[in-house]
Every structure is written in C-alpha cells, then in structure tokens.
C-alpha cells in the first residue's frame, strides 16, 4: 500500500514562509501528478498547485506569484513554498499523487496525504 506522509505544517505570523514536503512511500512504479489541496474550515477541499513529472506546474490564481511547487521524481516527493503567508491561506494542506503499483497497470491510484495544518496568524 503506497502512503503519503507529509510533515512542514505550523504557524506562522502574516507575511512569513512555510514549507510543506510530503513523500510516496511503498510499492511505486511510477508517480504522475504530484499537487497540494488545502481545506479552509467551512470550505470545500480545492486545489493549491499541482506539477506534472516534466515540471509543468498549474497554481491556483490566489497563489501564483507566492507560493513555489517542485518535485523530487529520485524521492517520490513533492514540496510546496509558501511566501508571504497571508490569513485566508489558513487551512490543511493535502498532499496528492497519482501513483501506478503494478508494472502491468495501466491505471494509476489517487493517493492522500494525511493532512497539515497551516495557521497564518498575529
């Protein structure tokens, strides 16, 4: 069973950084799409950033300019910096990636991070 274990959440004043890593771990043959969801209490989980196994990165406009997404394809990781922190970025971050198991597959199975907690505050 493949696992996401994301770690970097906390808190952090407005205008300050963060940076979330999260790893595959498991029987992986091949990761595709790596990318971070956040859920804002009262809010439905939406997508942050997300990057393709080539670099090709899609961000969310509220993120775009602030916020850096990378991968470590050696690592089966992804990562998300976060700069200039502001309050509505307060939410858990779910790491997701889509992961193929079988050397025979031809699908590829939706993977969830456990979750961190990012809380933007004075």
């Known amino acids: 069973q493949v696992q996401l274990v994301e770690s970097g959440g906390g808190l952090v004043q407005p205008g300050g950084s963060l940076r979330l890593s999260c790893t595959a771990s498991?029987?992986?043959?091949?990761?595709?799409?790596m990318g971070w969801y956040r859920q804002a209490p009262g809010k439905q989980r939406d997508l942050v950033a997300s990057?393709?196994?080539?670099?090709?990165?899609v961000y969310t406009d509220s993120v775009r300019g602030r916020f850096f997404i990378s991968r470590d394809n050696a690592k089966n990781a992804v990562y998300l910096q976060m700069n200039s922190l502001k309050p509505e970025d307060t939410a858990v971050y779910y790491c997701n990636a889509d992961v193929k198991e079988s050397l025979y597959s031809t699908t590829y199975s939706d993977v969830w991070g456990q979750g961190a907690r990012v809380t933007v505050s004075s």
């Open positions: 990057i393709l196994s080539r670099g090709e990165r």
């Open positions: 498991g029987r992986i043959v091949d990761v595709g799409v």
